[in-house]
């Protein structure tokens, strides 16, 4: 399993219209994914205009299939890009789960 966190500091005021763009997201993109195992998007009520999104992908496969989509393309590459200050990518690898 591939595990992708990205902690996404968005430009001042986009909160709202990020959160449209991922919840249009979801159900095209990762919702559609076989190989994608798990999507989620969180906001911090203490810090405006970022976001968190952890992903679990089945593989490396499984992740680039995600970001060659046409709904990734569009929408994440494409929209959401304009609104984040800056992309931070974060490899885990899992330990342990329940």
């Known amino acids: 399993m591939l595990a992708k966190v990205f902690p996404i500091p968005l430009k001042d005021g986009m909160q709202a219209k990020a959160e449209e763009i991922v919840r249009e997201f979801a159900p095209k993109g990762p919702g559609a ?5 798990s999507f989620r998007v969180y906001r911090d009520p203490a810090k405006p205009d970022y976001l968190l999104f952890v992903e679990h992908f089945a593989d490396q496969a499984a992740y680039d299939a995600h970001t060659g989509s046409p709904a990734y393309r569009d929408l994440i590459a494409g929209r959401f890009a ?6 931070v990518e974060i490899d885990h690898e899992l330990i342990v789960a329940l």
């Open 33 to 37: 994914e076989e190989g994608t195992l």
């Open 82 to 87: 304009d609104l984040i200050a800056e992309f």
